[in-house]
């Protein structure tokens, strides 16, 4: 532990669009999906798909669509969705992760704070993988282990019990308004990243990572 007095004990990291610009290939993946069902996709309606989960992401984009399908069909289509983004993955590599997310991230370790992940995504471990921080946190709570996708902070609870400490030791970086109610809910201090989580009640409001080492560390 190093000397440097910190506001938190830990911080629990959104994945897609915060640490990886993931969240536009999620954006593309859906937008494939939506222009060969004829269905009206756009940036806005894409910021509220953030944070949540593949299958209520879907109901959101279907409420633009004229006709209905059924639950055998809603699961085809996300399994499309996630085909053309898993396939889009591939390239994904070290050099995709930010300097400046790089350099927060290991001088927030280097102060000695827990450092975890709270997706909502499923192939959240296998994007740490393929950018070179599958061994960097300290935990990760992601799609495969909840019940509930943001708003609910289940993910984040769980964050923080994995790394042994309580919502109001740790602060949750996040760049979806889902995200934000979540880590509120939960009892988190929230700090949002960027035009979709902004003017949703976080305590910080931020543009780039590199502004947390102001927020956090004193
Ligand atoms: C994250 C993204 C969402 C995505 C969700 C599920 O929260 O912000 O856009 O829908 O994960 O991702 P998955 O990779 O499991 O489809
Ligand atoms: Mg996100």
């Known amino acids: 532990m190093s000397d440097i007095s910190a506001l938190f ?4 990291f959104d994945l897609d669009g915060v640490i990886v610009h993931t969240d536009t290939l999620h954006y593309k993946a859906w937008k494939s999906v939506a222009d060969r069902l004829s269905i009206p996709f756009d940036e806005e309606v894409n910021d509220r798909l953030r944070g949540v989960s593949r299958g209520e992401s879907l109901e959101i984009i279907l409420e633009q669509s004229k006709r209905r ?18 396939d889009s993955l591939a390239s994904l590599s070290a050099l995709d992760v930010a300097a ?9 370790k280097g102060a000695g704070l827990k450092l975890a992940v709270g997706s909502s995504s499923k192939n ?35 964050a923080a019990a994995m790394i042994g400490l309580k919502p109001s030791e740790c602060a949750v970086v996040e760049d979806a308004a889902a ?13 949002a990243i960027g035009g979709a989580a902004a003017s949703n009640g976080a305590r910080f409001n931020i543009k780039s990572l590199s502004e947390l080492q102001k927020i956090i560390l004193k």
């Open 9 to 12: 004990k830990g911080v629990i």
């Open 69 to 86: 399908y059924d639950g055998a069909q809603k699961e085809r289509l996300c399994t499309e969705k996630n085909g053309i983004y898993v």
């Open 124 to 158: 959240a471990k296998t994007i740490l993988s393929r950018i070179g921080l599958a061994d960097f946190f300290d935990a990760v709570s992601d799609g495969t282990n909840i019940q509930r996708t943001k708003p609910d902070p289940e993910v984040f609870l769980k």
């Open 100 to 108: 400046e997310v790089s350099d927060t991230l290991k001088l927030l």
């Open 179 to 191: 995200g934000i109610e979540a880590a509120i809910n939960g009892g988190f201090t929230a700090i």
